[in-house]
């Protein structure tokens, strides 16, 4: 196991889930827009689990975060009851965005489905102007980012 990949086991994990056969293509494995539901939903989990959920940043700071981009790279076809963990970490932690990347991986063999990067833009919760993402917000991101060493210790 090379050390990125052993490092995605140190990640919050952010959500489990199955592949039902209403996620399949007619190939058998699970569609493209099946995967998106999945990741979608451990990108709030994961705001949630570093205690930045959107409503909390738009209570206590008017931010909150918009995805500006997101792309999905398939790394292993998904079938009928593989059952998978979605874990997260911080990539990048920019002026006004941070890139955060999300992995799916399979719950027994740890071999990876998918990986999911997304640019988060922080706005103003009134009218949406882009801002600069505020200093708590940052120090909490800098935590979880992937070189601090501690993804995963939420």
């Given amino acids: 196991m090379n ?3 052993a490092d995605l086991f ?11 056969p209403w996620h399949l293509d007619q190939f058998g494995h699970m569609n493209v827009r099946g995967y998106a539901p999945f990741f979608d939903d451990a990108s709030f989990l994961f705001w ?9 940043m738009i209570d206590e700071l008017g931010v909150h975060s918009v995805t500006l981009r997101a792309s999905t790279e398939f790394k292993a076809e ?4 593989d059952c998978f ?28 489905f998918a990986v999911y990067d997304t640019i988060e833009v922080f706005v103003e ?8 993402i505020p200093q708590p917000i940052r120090d909490r ?13 939420i």
């Avoid at 140190?10 to 039902?20: M, S």
């Avoid at 949630?48 to 409503?55: G, T």
């Avoid at 919760?125 to 600069?132: M, R």
């Fill in 85 to 112: 963990s979605i874990v997260g970490c911080v990539q990048k932690v920019g002026n006004k965005s941070v890139t955060l990347q999300f992995s799916m991986v399979d719950q027994k063999s740890e071999r990876l």
């Fill in 78 to 81: 998904l079938k009928k009851g």
């Fill in 10 to 20: 140190r990640q919050p994990k952010l959500i489990a889930g199955v592949v039902h």
């Fill in 125 to 132: 919760a009134e009218g949406g102007t882009s801002v600069t």
């Fill in 3 to 5: 050390t990125h990949h």
């Fill in 48 to 56: 949630h689990q570093l205690q930045l959920s959107q409503q909390k």
């Fill in 141 to 153: 991101l800098l935590e979880f980012h992937k070189e601090a060493g501690v993804a995963g210790t």
